[in-house]
């Protein structure tokens, strides 16, 4: 079946550094989605991007869909402690039943 | 106020004992979903339904039954508990899963 694989799975920064965590698919996806998880809590939505190519931001964050729509990536501009939690991509076929990543866990250091 | 609420958030039960673990949404969302989440392993899809008396197997669905006899509940069914369903589950509904998730709080069963 379909699979999404995220990478880093761990990213320790210091304060004000940036930080990209990237989703790759072994098929075409019609959309991907991105969650955030504080420790201890759920998972959150944050967006969703269906256009090949896309580009969308979000105060610090900007998140890409790759042109054959196989990968994504978020990227995070000078982080703080309160970007702190895991980070999960979700990948969609045609039913948007989507497929998690394994997440990438961010850690910033003040 | 719009929202997934789970129970119950935490539950410690022996090997064997049937437990239910409920899902409720008040967003009148076709889609529900359950997850489980393991260190290191994300999200894992355990059953979804895409409508009333519509399931269909997720990723990891042995020793897991759902229903979804109405829109609003989804329950989790573990007919016959064991150590290695010990994990964290999320309930998570969406409006045809056009526009993301929502998920409940989780709850943290544990198997003994």
């Known amino acids: 079946g379909q699979q999404v694989m995220q990478i880093p799975q761990y990213q320790h920064v210091q304060e004000g550094e940036d930080f990209t965590t990237y989703c790759n698919s072994s098929?075409?996806?019609?959309?991907i989605q991105w969650y955030k998880q504080r420790p201890g809590g759920h998972p959150v939505f944050l967006i969703q991007?269906?256009?090949?190519?896309e580009v969308k931001k979000q105060k610090r964050l900007t998140f890409q869909f790759g042109e054959a729509k196989k990968n994504s990536s978020l990227h995070i501009t000078a982080t703080q402690t309160t970007d702190v939690g895991t980070y999960f991509c979700?990948?969609?076929?045609?039913?948007?039943?989507?497929?998690f990543g394994r997440g990438t866990s961010l850690i910033v250091h003040p | 106020e719009a929202q997934v609420t789970q129970n119950p958030r935490y539950l410690i039960t022996v090997t064997g004992k049937k437990l239910t673990v409920t899902c409720s949404q008040n967003?009148?969302?076709?889609?529900m979903s359950w997850y489980r989440q393991d260190p290191g392993l994300g999200l894992r899809q355990i059953y979804y339904?895409?409508?009333?008396?519509?399931?269909d197997k997720g990723d990891v669905p042995e020793g897991y039954k759902v229903s979804r006899k109405e829109k609003r509940n989804f329950p989790l069914i573990l007919e016959s508990p064991s150590p290695n369903q010990t994990s964290l589950y999320f309930c998570?509904?969406?409006?045809?899963?056009?526009?993301?998730?929502?998920f409940g709080s989780g709850t943290r069963l544990t198997v003994v």
């Open positions: 979700a990948g969609g076929g045609g039913s948007y039943i989507p497929t």
């Open positions: 967003m009148n969302h076709e889609y």
């Open positions: 098929t075409t996806l019609s959309n």
């Open positions: 991007l269906v256009k090949s190519g």
């Open positions: 998570a509904s969406s409006q045809q899963g056009r526009d993301g998730y929502t």
């Open positions: 339904s895409m409508n009333v008396e519509v399931t």
